[in-house]
Nanobody
C-alpha cells in the first residue's frame, strides 16, 4: 500500500485545513486507516482513525469536536478536516493504513498497529 498526503500548510489559530491521503496498491484490502502527527521533540501520536468496513471513527481527546476523519466513496482517499486549529496542532501529519483486523480492545490510535505510512505533510498554526 502506498500513501501520499497533501493539504498541509500554514494557518492562523481558529482557521481550518483539510488533509488528503491518496492510497494505492492494495488499498482495497485496508481494514483501518488513520491520521497521526508528530511535533518536534515529541513522539508520534494518533489523531483519528476509521474502520474502513464498518465506518466507525475514533478520535484523540485533544481533537474531538474539531477534527473529522472520512473517506471518499471509492475508498482510495482519506481526509482529515481540521477546524478551530490551535498552535498546539502544529506538527507533521502522517497517514497510515493497516490490512489486518484489530482486536476489539486494541487502541485504534496506536502507531504500532499500522504497517504502512505516508511521508507526512506539515501543518503550522500560528
Amino acid at each position: 500500500v502506498q500513501l501520499v498526503e497533501s493539504g498541509g500548510g500554514s494557518v492562523q489559530a481558529g482557521g481550518s485545513l483539510r488533509l488528503s491521503c491518496a492510497a494505492s496498491g492494495r488499498a482495497y484490502n485496508v481494514r483501518f486507516m488513520g491520521w497521526f502527527r508528530q511535533a518536534p521533540g515529541k513522539e508520534r501520536e494518533g489523531v483519528a482513525a476509521i474502520n474502513t468496513g464498518e465506518g466507525s471513527t475514533y478520535y484523540a481527546d485533544s481533537v474531538k469536536g474539531r477534527f473529522t476523519i472520512s473517506r471518499n466513496n471509492a475508498g482510495n482517499t482519506l481526509y482529515l478536516e481540521m477546524n478551530s486549529l490551535k498552535p498546539e496542532d502544529t506538527a507533521t501529519y502522517y497517514c497510515a493504513a493497516r490490512l489486518a483486523p484489530m482486536g476489539v480492545d486494541w487502541n485504534r490510535l496506536s502507531t504500532i498497529r499500522y504497517n504502512y505510512w505516508g511521508q507526512g505533510t506539515q501543518v503550522t498554526v500560528s
